[in-house]
């Protein structure tokens, strides 16, 4: 069973840093496009950045583009999502996914997904 867990959650201060990390387990990880996504309370879960299965191409919501770098490593199975210039509306619960096929930006093209690590920003 494909297992997506997510790690690197936590509060921080407006301003400041945070990298999520999200470890695949039985997955052809090379095979797969790799989000990220966000829930706020009382709101829809929404698309953060992806990456392509082969690495080579990334894309990133408008709120979260020159701030947030999203990265795949290849021997560890893993995929990041590195945070910089937190704002307190960046504050959700955040999910890694991975996906076959179909456009990464939108939750119907994934196959999988992790449980969450909150993420709160402070002002």
């Known amino acids: 069973q494909v297992q997506l867990v997510e790690s690197g959650g936590g509060l921080v201060q407006a301003g400041g840093s945070l990298r999520l990390s999200c470890a695949a387990s039985?997955?052809?990880?090379?095979?797969?496009?790799m989000g990220w996504f966000r829930q706020a309370p009382g709101k829809q879960r929404e698309f953060v950045a992806a990456?392509?299965?082969?690495?080579?191409?990334?894309y990133y919501a408008a709120s979260v583009k020159g701030r947030f770098t999203i990265l795949k490593d290849y021997t560890k199975t893993t995929v990041y999502l590195q945070m910089n210039s937190l704002k307190p509306e960046d504050t959700a619960v955040y999910y890694c996914?991975?996906?076959?096929?179909?456009?990464?930006?939108?939750?119907?093209?994934?196959?999988?997904w992790g449980q969450g690590t909150q993420v709160t920003v402070s002002s």
């Open positions: 996914a991975a996906a076959s096929s179909g456009s990464v930006s939108y939750t119907p093209a994934y196959d999988y």
């Open positions: 039985r997955l052809t990880f090379s095979t797969y496009a």
């Open positions: 990456i392509s299965w082969s690495g080579d191409r990334t």
